[in-house]
C-alpha cells in the first residue's frame, strides 16, 4: 500500500475504479492503514508463536531442545511466508495489488476501529511529544520541476518519444532565455527607410517574412514593425509610396534579454505580440524573437519558408561537418549529439571568440569540450565559417589540454 503509485490511484479512482476509491481513501489516513495491519499482523503473529509453544508442549513436553528447535522453526516459517515473500511481491506489484487488498483493508478496519482508534491515542500522544505530528491531509508532496522531468524521462512505453521529447522541452523552458534562441542582430532581415526606394522594393519583394522591423539609418534604431500583408492591401488601392510606409508601421515591443522562454510567451499571449526586438541592459539592439521562435523550441523545426543552415547539419562520411560562425549553440548540441558550453557565448562564433581572448586566423584549429574545431573562414571580425570533427574521430591528446 505504502509503495503504491499514488497519482496511478487517484487517476484511477478518478475514472470511477472501487478498488482505487477504497486505496486512496486508506492512504489519506496512514495512521489508521498502519493501524489496522499491524493489529492484524502481530495478532497473527503472537497467536502463532503462542500455538508453536503449545504444540511443542504437547508433543515434546517442557524439552528446553525442542521448545528451542521450535522457535527457530517458526521464525524461519515466519520470515519467509509472512514477511520477506509477501513484502518482495507487494513492492513489485504495488500498484496492481493495492487495487485488490484495499478492499479487506477496509473491511478490518470497519470491524476493528474501536481497537485502532484506542491505540492511535497513544501514537498520536507520542508524536506530539516527540513534535513529529503528520501533516493532517496526507496528499503527496509536490513535485518539482526536475523530478516531473525525470518521470517523463522514465516513462518508457507509456509516452511516445515525441511526446517525450515535447515535455522535457516544455520543462527548460523555465531555464531558457530568449537570448539564447533569438535571431541575433546581425541576421536580422530589416527595411531601413534611407535606403534607395528601388532597394526598399526589391527588400519586401524577396523577403521570407511577414513582419520586418523598419530602421531609419542607425541599426539601432527601430521605429517600427512593418506588416507585409498590410503592405498588399495598400499597393492593391493605390500606387505604392515608399514614404507611405511610415503610416504602415506598427509600434516596437522591446523586451530583456535574459526574460525567460515560458514568461515570455505568456508576455506574448497577455500583449498579443508575435514579434519582440531584444534589448540588453543598455537598451541596445541584440537580436528579435517571434512566437515560432518559442514553438520550434518545443516541437522542433516546422517552416519551411526561410532557408536554414541547420537543416543540413549532419555528420559526413569522414566525420566533419561544415558549420556557419552565427549557428546557435544549443541547435548544434541538439542536431549534432555534442556538449558544447551554452552558459556563455550562444553562437559558434562567440564560443571560439571566448575561449581564444582573441580574433583567429584562418586553419586555426582549438578543441572545445572535446570537440575538434577548425577555423575555415573570417571576415568582418567574427568566424564565418567553421569544420566540426566528431569527438570519436580526432584521436586524444594527451600531451596538453583543451
Same mark, same amino acid.
Given at each position: 500500500?505504502?509503495?503504491?503509485?499514488?497519482?496511478?490511484?487517484?487517476?484511477?479512482?478518478?475514472?470511477?475504479?472501487?478498488?482505487?476509491?477504497?486505496?486512496?481513501? @486508506?492512504?489519506?489516513?496512514?495512521?489508521?492503514?498502519?493501524?489496522?495491519?499491524?493489529?492484524?499482523?502481530?495478532?497473527?503473529?503472537?497467536?502463532?508463536?503462542?500455538?508453536?509453544?503449545?504444540?511443542?508442549?504437547?508433543?515434546?513436553?517442557?524439552?528446553?531442545?525442542?521448545?528451542?528447535?521450535?522457535?527457530?522453526?517458526?521464525?524461519?516459517?515466519?520470515?519467509?511466508?509472512?514477511?520477506?515473500?509477501?513484502?518482495?511481491?507487494?513492492?513489485?506489484?504495488?500498484?496492481?495489488?493495492?487495487?485488490?487488498?484495499?478492499?479487506?483493508?477496509?473491511?478490518?478496519?470497519?470491524?476493528?476501529?474501536?481497537?485502532?482508534?484506542?491505540?492511535?491515542?497513544?501514537?498520536?500522544?507520542?508524536?506530539?511529544?516527540?513534535?513529529?505530528? $503528520?501533516?493532517?491531509?496526507?496528499?503527496?508532496?509536490?513535485?518539482?520541476? #526536475?523530478?516531473?522531468?525525470?518521470?517523463?524521462?522514465?516513462?518508457? +512505453?507509456?509516452? %511516445?518519444?515525441?511526446?517525450?521529447?515535447?515535455?522535457?522541452?516544455?520543462?527548460? &523552458?523555465?531555464?531558457?532565455?530568449?537570448?539564447?534562441?533569438?535571431?541575433?542582430?546581425?541576421?536580422?532581415?530589416?527595411?531601413?527607410?534611407?535606403?534607395?526606394?528601388?532597394?526598399?522594393?526589391?527588400?519586401?519583394?524577396?523577403?521570407?517574412?511577414?513582419?520586418?522591423?523598419?530602421?531609419?539609418?542607425?541599426?539601432?534604431?527601430?521605429?517600427?514593425?512593418?506588416?507585409?500583408?498590410?503592405?498588399?492591401?495598400?499597393?492593391? +488601392?493605390?500606387?505604392?509610396?515608399?514614404? #507611405?510606409?511610415?503610416?504602415?508601421?506598427?509600434?516596437?515591443?522591446?523586451? $530583456?534579454?535574459?526574460?525567460?522562454?515560458?514568461?515570455?510567451? +505568456?508576455?506574448?499571449?497577455?500583449?498579443?505580440?508575435?514579434?519582440?526586438?531584444?534589448?540588453?541592459?543598455?537598451? #541596445?539592439?541584440?537580436?528579435?524573437?517571434?512566437?515560432?521562435?518559442?514553438?520550434?523550441?518545443?516541437?522542433?523545426?516546422?517552416?519551411?519558408?526561410? %532557408?536554414?543552415?541547420?537543416?543540413?547539419?549532419?555528420?559526413?562520411?569522414?566525420?566533419?561537418?561544415?558549420?556557419?560562425?552565427?549557428?546557435?549553440?544549443?541547435?548544434?548540441?541538439?542536431?549534432?549529439? &555534442?556538449?558544447? $558550453?551554452?552558459?556563455?557565448?550562444?553562437?559558434?562564433?562567440? @564560443?571560439?571568440?571566448?575561449?581564444?581572448?582573441?580574433?583567429?586566423?584562418?586553419?586555426?584549429?582549438?578543441?572545445?569540450?572535446?570537440?575538434?574545431?577548425?577555423?575555415? +573562414?573570417? #571576415?568582418?571580425?567574427?568566424?564565418?565559417?567553421?569544420?566540426?570533427?566528431?569527438?570519436?574521430?580526432?584521436?586524444?591528446?594527451?600531451?596538453?589540454?583543451?
Amino acid at each position: 500500500m505504502m509503495a503504491s503509485n499514488r497519482y496511478r490511484l487517484r487517476s484511477l479512482a478518478s475514472a470511477g475504479h472501487r478498488g482505487a476509491r477504497l486505496a486512496v481513501a @486508506l492512504l489519506e489516513r496512514t495512521d489508521r492503514l498502519l493501524g489496522v495491519i499491524l493489529l492484524f499482523n502481530n495478532l497473527v503473529n503472537v497467536a502463532a508463536a503462542t500455538l508453536a509453544s503449545v504444540i511443542t508442549i504437547h508433543l515434546f513436553g517442557e524439552e528446553r531442545l525442542a521448545l528451542a528447535a521450535g522457535t527457530v522453526l517458526l521464525t524461519f516459517l515466519i520470515l519467509v511466508f509472512s514477511e520477506i515473500t509477501p513484502k518482495v511481491i507487494g513492492a513489485h506489484h504495488a500498484d496492481r495489488l493495492a487495487l485488490f487488498v484495499s478492499y479487506p483493508l477496509t473491511f478490518l478496519l470497519k470491524i476493528s476501529y474501536p481497537a485502532v482508534w484506542f491505540v492511535n491515542l497513544f501514537v498520536s500522544a507520542l508524536l506530539w511529544l516527540l513534535r513529529l505530528q $503528520p501533516r493532517k491531509d496526507n496528499t503527496p508532496g509536490t513535485l518539482s520541476i #526536475e523530478e516531473l522531468r525525470s518521470l517523463v524521462l522514465e516513462s518508457g +512505453q507509456y509516452i %511516445p518519444q515525441k511526446n517525450r521529447d515535447i515535455l522535457v522541452n516544455l520543462f527548460d &523552458l523555465e531555464h531558457i532565455t530568449v537570448e539564447d534562441v533569438m535571431t541575433p542582430r546581425g541576421a536580422i532581415e530589416s527595411i531601413d527607410l534611407r535606403a534607395s526606394p528601388a532597394d526598399i522594393r526589391h527588400k519586401l519583394a524577396t523577403s521570407y517574412h511577414t513582419r520586418l522591423p523598419v530602421l531609419e539609418g542607425d541599426n539601432e534604431r527601430v521605429i517600427g514593425v512593418l506588416h507585409l500583408r498590410r503592405l498588399l492591401g495598400h499597393v492593391l +488601392q493605390s500606387d505604392f509610396d515608399v514614404e #507611405e510606409l511610415h503610416g504602415l508601421v506598427t509600434k516596437p515591443y522591446f523586451i $530583456p534579454a535574459d526574460t525567460p522562454l515560458y514568461s515570455q510567451l +505568456q508576455f506574448f499571449q497577455e500583449n498579443q505580440q508575435r514579434l519582440a526586438l531584444v534589448v540588453d541592459e543598455y537598451g #541596445e539592439l541584440l537580436g528579435l524573437l517571434t512566437v515560432e521562435d518559442i514553438i520550434e523550441e518545443l516541437i522542433g523545426k516546422f517552416t519551411t519558408g526561410m %532557408p536554414d543552415s541547420s537543416d543540413k547539419l549532419a555528420w559526413g562520411e569522414d566525420g566533419s561537418v561544415l558549420v556557419d560562425g552565427g549557428q546557435n549553440l544549443r541547435e548544434l548540441n541538439r542536431r549534432l549529439g &555534442l556538449n558544447l $558550453p551554452v552558459e556563455g557565448p550562444k553562437t559558434l562564433n562567440g @564560443l571560439i571568440l571566448e575561449y581564444l581572448q582573441a580574433i583567429p586566423e584562418a586553419d586555426l584549429s582549438v578543441r572545445i569540450a572535446g570537440v575538434a574545431i577548425e577555423v575555415i +573562414q573570417t #571576415e568582418d571580425k567574427m568566424v564565418r565559417m567553421a569544420r566540426l570533427f566528431r569527438p570519436d574521430t580526432v584521436p586524444q591528446r594527451n600531451e596538453a589540454p583543451d
